[in-house]
T-cell receptor
Framework: GAVVSQHPSRVICKSGTSVKIECRSL??????MFWYRQFPKQSLMLMAT?????????EQGVEKDKFLINHASLTLSTLTVTSAHPEDSSFYIC?????????????FGPGTRLTVL | DAKTTQPPSMDCAEGRAANLPCNHS???????VYWYRQIHSQGPQYIIH???NNETNEMASLIITEDRKSSTLILPHATLRDTAVYYC??????????FGAGTRLTVKP
């Protein structure tokens, strides 16, 4: 299957700082990328969807000014958590979907565990 | 996208087949059935998907009933490494994946 990578895998930061997470599709062009968040013992929750070269579409309740998403190329999307606070501590997972004929399947990255002190 | 219902947990003996059910009684004609799994502290892993016909790949088999209102994911010879949360998702092709609670499968020696 297609490979999606994330960097870093784990990050610890102080409250009030910003953190950037990178998501890359390694062997396919991702026309659409997705960002999810997962709190302990809960399921994944979709935060936003982005198409290459377009602004991201955020789910209800997700602050677009706090979670900045950039999908500048067909292989890279970044999520920046601005002014992070302890309640932003979570497991952040990106996902990517490619061009036809592979548009149906989303492939997921390994996740980034963010801890805000 | 149609809602799915899965049992919260299941156990399976190592080496035996694991059969994970999923109900999707409101599925519409253009919606696919997808299965993913998530091993602890990792991102979801794609397993298999289908529309009407049964599907098989190197990981699993997907059996979809004729009325498409339910499906079963079959892991033919479960190993300890198959212990994970398994998600059944029904969606049209262009939509994003939205996850329910899934089934926590525990494979026991």
């Amino acid at each position: 299957g297609a490979v999606v990578s994330q960097h870093p895998s784990r990050v610890i930061c102080k409250s009030g700082t910003s953190v950037k997470i990178e998501c890359r599709s390694l062997d396919f062009q991702a026309t659409t990328m997705f960002w999810y968040r997962q709190f302990p013992k809960q399921s994944l929750m979709l935060m936003a969807t982005s198409n290459e070269g377009s602004k991201a579409t955020y789910e209800q309740g997700v602050e677009k000014d706090k979670f900045l998403i950039n999908h500048a190329s067909l292989t890279l999307s970044t999520l920046t958590v601005t002014s992070a606070h302890p309640e932003d501590s979570s497991f952040y997972i990106c996902s990517a979907r490619g061009r036809p004929p592979s548009t149906d399947t989303q492939y997921f990255g390994p996740g980034t565990r963010l801890t805000v002190l | 996208d149609a809602k799915t219902t899965q049992p919260p947990s299941m156990d399976c003996a190592e080496g035996r087949a694991a059969n994970l059910p999923c109900n999707h009684s409101t599925i519409s004609g253009n919606e696919y059935v997808y299965w993913y799994r998530q091993i602890h502290s990792q991102g979801p892993q794609y397993i298999i998907h289908g529309l009407k016909n049964n599907e098989t790949n190197e990981m699993a088999s997907l059996i979809i009933t004729e009325d498409r209102k339910s499906s079963t994911l079959i892991l033919p010879h479960a190993t300890l490494r198959d212990t994970a949360v398994y998600y059944c998702i029904v969606r049209v092709a262009a939509n994003d994946m939205r996850f329910g609670a899934g089934t926590r499968l525990t494979v026991k020696p």
